[in-house]
């Protein structure tokens, strides 16, 4: 037997008090909706010969936690917070969150979300301290209408009309419900004869329903960059070193002191991003379903034969880092190959993040070697070094032709691709006169990338904002 939420939105006012006796009965912060009322309208007045018609339309839709079959948020959350009881209702247990959000990002219908007086994510129970007590959700007692109900699946005392969403596909369920998902939401809705017309529909209340997040994702831009530049600065390391002359080992140590720098940064800004900090150790307690558990992982076994090969540099455990370093930037990846994002699930973040650590990295590694190396008296053929530019050339080439995956700000997308293009030409430039690709040249060009990329992960993550829900 199972719990599942009944909504009939022919005859829903959107008075809203659904979703303020949700809101006073959990004592949810400002900013907090475990349940929002949505208004949806569309249509438009035409003139049709000598008199003005229209199509004009609305109906409202009350979203709540949907409690689903399959729930995505269980599925990703790296500390298994998460917990589904045998009545169907999904607990989220706040003792075990972190506060990190990824559950927000997987859910089709963006339920959780984040309440930073608790530093913890939230969400709709389905009020199962009423259920026990043999009352019902505060929701469902504040509808004047009664159009807000909940049903026992299965149950023979069921009566309840409409479709049961979670024995559809998702295609069929109602504007804004996405056409993705495969949750199989428990609540069933009578439709509004609306909900059936081909006219586009628009979420009228977006800035009223959509969470507001208390935490901004820029240490996220700042965390991925730093960890793949770690990775690529890695990687050119072990190609420039099998090519420079005997007596520099200062040389390495710098350049590998350094990745170790940008790790350490860059974990350190991954740590504080958390909402509850000291849940941290619980992150490697899903492994075997959550991308985020992984990425965790094997950032930190990158580190670790980081570590071991600046103390052992023998070229097995360099290319076993190297490799870990590959694994890494994969299940970075696939941290945001999620449903509910179609413009992450794509080639394009893979591809993405390659380039930026291959790009980043390499140009900083050729810089860092260079600085060092003029410190300590050495020189640097052409044929040690040179082929950097050439390299870099093809990666911002390569940066330029997948950057269209950013779509919430054109015209600072417009502004990125204008600045890789300024830098294509720089490196052509330097290409037609060598005179022009000295260090400070070089050093230049990497700070005008580095803004370039910083400006791209910007985009990427500017994406949360353009979900429907």
């Known amino acids: ?34 349940r929002r009322v949505i208004e949806v309208s569309g ?16 109906y409202n839709l009350s979203m709540a936690c949907n409690h689903c079959v399959h729930p995505k948020c269980a599925g990703v959350c790296p500390v298994n917070a998460y917990n ?8 989220l247990d706040s003792s075990r969150c972190i506060g990190c959000g990824y559950c927000n990002w997987a859910c089709p219908y963006a339920v959780p979300q984040f309440n930073s007086s608790d530093g913890v994510m939230s969400k709709c129970n389905f009020c199962f301290d ?14 004047p209408m009664r159009v807000l109900n909940f049903e026992k699946i299965g149950s023979s005392e069921n009566d309840s009309q409409g479709r049961a969403l979670w024995e559809i596909p998702s295609t069929q369920h109602p504007f804004p419900l996405p056409p993705y998902s495969r949750t199989q939401p428990h609540i069933r809705i009578n439709s509004h004869p609306a909900m059936s017309n081909s006219l586009q529909k628009n979420v009228a209340n977006r800035e009223e329903i959509k969470p507001k997040h208390a935490k901004s994702e820029l ?17 050119a390391s072990q190609l420039i070193f099998s090519f420079v002359q005997p007596g520099s080992p200062m040389v390495r140590l710098v350049s590998a002191l350094l990745v170790g720098v940008m790790l350490a940064i860059g974990m350190f800004i991954s740590f504080a991003h958390l909402g509850r900090k000291r849940n941290a150790w619980r992150v490697l307690g899903n492994l075997g379903k959550s991308s985020l558990s992984r990425e965790i992982l094997y950032l930190g076994l990158f580190g670790t034969g980081w570590l071991f090969s600046v103390l052992f540099p023998l070229p ?45 990295g390499f140009y900083l590694s050729l810089i860092v070697i260079q600085v060092a190396a003029g410190s300590m008296g050495f020189a640097y053929s052409y044929s040690t070094i040179g082929w950097v530019n050439p390299a870099a050339f093809l990666f911002l080439l390569a940066e330029y032709f997948i950057s269209t995956w950013g779509k919430s700000c054109l015209p600072v997308m417009r502004l990125r691709n204008g600045m890789i293009l300024a830098a294509l030409i720089a490196l052509l430039c330097s290409f037609a006169f060598p005179f022009l690709a000295g260090l400070n040249f070089r050093i230049c060009l990497f700070i005008w990338i580095l803004v370039e990329e910083i400006l791209g992960r910007w985009l990427f993550y500017g994406e949360l904002e353009q979900r429907v829900l």
């Open 1 to 34: 037997m199972s719990y599942a939420f009944t909504f009939d939105a022919s005859a829903c006012t959107g008075c809203k008090a659904c979703q303020a006796a949700c809101k006073d009965k959990n004592d949810l912060p400002v900013g907090v909706l475990w």
């Open 43 to 58: 249509g438009a007045w035409q003139q049709i010969g000598a008199a003005w018609c229209h199509d004009v339309f609305s």
């Open 84 to 91: 589904v009881r045998e009545d169907g209702i999904v607990i």
């Open 130 to 143: 009423a259920l026990e007590a043999g009352g019902e959700p505060a929701c469902v007692s504040a509808c």
């Open 219 to 235: 240490p996220l831009v700042a965390f991925t960059l730093l960890a793949q530049m770690a990775v690529g600065m890695f990687w």
């Open 316 to 360: 097995p455990l360099q290319f076993l880092t190297s490799c870990l370093g590959l694994i890494l930037i994969y299940t970075m990846a696939n941290v945001y190959g999620l449903r509910s994002m179609a413009v992450w699930n794509t080639w394009r973040t893979l591809a993405g993040f390659l380039s930026s650590a291959m790009l980043l």
